[in-house]
């Protein structure tokens, strides 16, 4: 593997949220500690972030309609970078929907059901681990799911301040994380992989060198739960992040 190359094999069961090994169908997997939805991960960001990308209206009652700016087309990428840092390393968010709902806010979910997150402004989605219900593994699927955003008082924040304020946005993750063993989880997108083109091509190294520097400086988490969420991890990435970077400078 990737990591054999630089001496770095940590073992999963070495991870703080691992529970144990699973066979099914002749394929390890791994399954991880079950997530409860009512533990909340918040994160602060500079509303300055969120400035020309929701549209806020109000009246003499306070918040009356907010919506999405037509010109915000990459809502999944920006969320699953802000949120990155508080998730547990081996979940990688995958954005089913984004949406702003109706104020006052019902909160119901896509199964009628009264929902019990807060959000006004709404990303929803599951964890790429995926199923293996089709390789005949009936017992081994990621059942992850989350919900998270922005709820109104922090919409109100943005609307009166767009600048010079400090945005609460949040997640709520439920189910239970199980992935094949060695498989990689995750790509690079959004801001990270814009940051890492940029470092790729400012770089002297051969994809090769590159990737192994990267590797040894990895936390054992990345490595454990195979996470290239944040960071490219073989010769054949840094290679196409390269080419990448040279068609936009042609």
Request: charged share 30%; net charge positive.
């Amino acid at each position: 593997g990737a990591s054999d190359v630089v001496g770095r094999r940590p073992k999963i069961s070495q991870y703080r949220n691992f529970q144990k090994i699973t066979k099914s169908n002749g394929i390890t997997f791994v399954k991880y500690k079950p997530l409860k939805k009512d533990n909340i991960l918040k994160v602060k960001v500079p509303s300055s972030e969120l400035a020309g990308k929701l549209m806020i209206k109000c009246n003499d009652k306070g918040l009356e309609k907010v919506k999405f700016c037509p010109g915000w087309t990459d809502r999944a990428p920006w969320f699953r970078s802000t949120m990155r840092s508080v998730l547990p390393k081996h979940v990688c968010l995958v954005g089913k929907n984004s949406t702003c709902l109706d104020v006052p806010n019902k909160r119901s979910d896509s199964y009628g059901k009264k929902a019990t997150h807060t959000n006004l402004v709404k990303w929803d989605g599951v964890c790429s681990g995926g199923t293996y219900k089709k390789r005949g593994c009936t017992e081994n699927s990621c059942s992850t799911k989350w919900v998270g955003g922005i709820d109104a008082a922090n919409v109100m924040k943005l609307h009166r301040d767009p600048f010079d304020s400090v945005i609460e946005v949040q997640i709520q993750l439920w189910g239970q994380c199980i992935h094949e063993e060695g498989k990689t989880i995750g790509q690079l997108r959004g801001k990270e992989r814009e940051e890492m083109v940029k470092e790729v091509m400012q770089s002297k190294l051969t994809p090769k060198e590159f990737a192994i520097d990267k590797l040894v400086k990895a936390d054992t988490e990345t490595l454990v739960t195979k996470n290239r969420d944040s960071m490219p991890t073989s010769p054949l990435q840094i290679y196409n992040l390269k080419r990448e970077g040279m068609k936009k400078q042609a």
